[in-house]
């Protein structure tokens, strides 16, 4: 006997877990990398993160900007 877990209705949530958003989720981000980036603040305890467009687009300029500076240290 199998014990499965459906992630349908505990952890399908159709908002965006940047706190304080309640767009619906585009992407969905392991956790880790979003804290690292630190621009967003998380709500929930998952391993990843769903990030609207917004909030992505946000992420990923933090993201962007690193690398940039990673860059320009050569
Ligand atoms: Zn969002």
């Known amino acids: 006997m199998k014990h499965r877990?459906?992630?349908?209705?505990?952890?399908?949530?159709?908002?965006?877990?940047?706190?304080?958003c309640s767009n619906s989720p585009k992407r969905s981000i392991p956790r880790k990398r979003v804290e690292k980036v630190g621009a967003l603040s998380l709500q929930g305890s998952g391993r990843k993160v769903h990030l609207c467009s917004n909030c992505y687009r946000i992420f990923k300029k933090e993201t962007k900007k690193d690398r940039t500076m990673e860059s320009l240290g050569r």
């Open 5 to 20: 877990n459906i992630s349908l209705s505990n952890e399908e949530k159709d908002v965006c877990s940047s706190s304080g």
